[in-house]
């Protein structure tokens, strides 16, 4: 398992990196960095481990050879469950094991939890939880489910608007004004008129 491929998996604002080892054939395993390393965390234990797996280990946005997040986008905790939901899309895994290692340091600790936070969000996903220097995670019985529905909910309907995304609709000025007016009924022609001025692009197709 000393061999390893580069991985890159396309994202809105560029791409998430990763890096495998083993055959693809084998029992999918995804292996989680902690706060401020990379991919690269796994190299030393990834040999020792059983052969027959395929070992994944991605990049966080931000981190490695990932892409940033666009200047004054923050790094949100869910930003990073909704990283490894791409990447379990992307290589089309159902269900698969998850590895998650992260730093003890006391005020980094929310990255413990993102490995035990997509098992929670995603049960039917996982069929093993592997946490090395890290901690479970834990909700009051009384938000366990208000939380994970809200959450869950925030994670599939953007990937689900990401993989509808098209190009946009080239119309006629009047064609587009006429559009503009159906969807606000409180708009005056004039009013429309002046929206669109700062409100559309024009191109060669409308």
């Known amino acids: 398992l000393g061999m390893f491929s580069e991985l890159k998996f396309p ?14 054939e084998g029992h999918p395993v995804l292996c989680l960095h902690g706060w401020l390393d990379n991919a690269n965390t796994f190299d030393k234990l990834i040999p020792l481990l059983p052969r027959g797996c395929y070992y994944v280990a991605m990049d966080f946005s931000g981190h490695g050879l990932s892409s940033h997040r666009p200047a004054g986008c923050p790094y949100h905790f869910l930003d990073y469950v909704t990283d490894v939901r791409r990447v379990a899309a992307a290589l089309q895994w159902r269900r698969f094991t998850l590895m998650g290692h992260s730093m003890g340091n ?7 939890f993102i490995s035990p936070q997509f ?8 069929d093993k939880l592997i946490l090395l220097e890290s901690l479970g995670f834990l909700l009051a019985p009384e938000d366990t489910e208000a939380w994970l529905k809200s959450k869950r909910r925030v994670i599939d309907r953007l990937l689900s608007l990401e993989a509808k995304q098209q190009t946009p609709k080239a119309r006629s000025p009047e064609a587009a004004l006429q559009r503009l007016l ?12 002046i929206l669109l001025q700062r409100g559309a692009t024009e191109t060669p197709a409308g």
Do not use: D, R
């Open 11 to 24: 994202v809105p604002w560029g791409h998430v990196a990763a890096k495998a080892w083993g055959p693809s």
């Open 182 to 193: 159906e969807a606000n009924s409180h708009l005056t022609a004039e009013g429309g008129a």
């Open 119 to 126: 098992c929670f969000l995603y049960p039917e996903m996982v």
């Open 106 to 112: 006391a005020q980094l600790f929310i990255f413990c």
